[in-house]
């Protein structure tokens, strides 16, 4: 089964860093593209970075300079480098990628989400 796992969530104080992971695991050749998006409650999910294979990546404004996205294809797992956290961080952060399958085609798939909480 193809999935996308994530993790590295937790509580941290302002100013301070994590480092989500996503994994992906079952039967594929790479992880094609990857976007990183979050939910804090009563707010819809928004998308925070997106990269793709080639290495092109785009943020949403409010982390800009502060967030950085990647991919380790030789692990199939990708990252979000999340530094000088503000308590407006504070969501459900969820990966989403486009896998590329071992045996051809491909698909797009959704992680069940890490909490992070910034504490003032």
């Known amino acids: 089964q193809v999935q996308v796992v994530e993790s590295g969530g937790g509580l941290v104080q302002a100013g301070g860093s994590l480092r989500l992971s996503c994994a992906a695991s079952g039967s594929i050749f790479r992880i094609n593209a990857m976007g990183w998006y979050r939910q804090a409650p009563g707010k819809q999910r928004e998308l925070v970075a997106r990269?793709?294979?080639?290495?092109?990546?785009s943020y949403a404004d409010s982390v800009k300079g502060r967030f950085t996205i990647s991919i380790d294809n030789a692990k199939n797992t990708g990252y979000l480098q999340m530094n000088s956290l503000k308590p407006e961080d504070t969501a459900v952060y969820f990966c989403n990628a486009d896998l590329d399958l071992a045996y051809g085609g491909w698909k797009n798939t959704w992680g069940q989400g890490t909490q992070v909480t910034v504490s003032s």
């Open positions: 990269i793709i294979g080639g290495g092109s990546t």
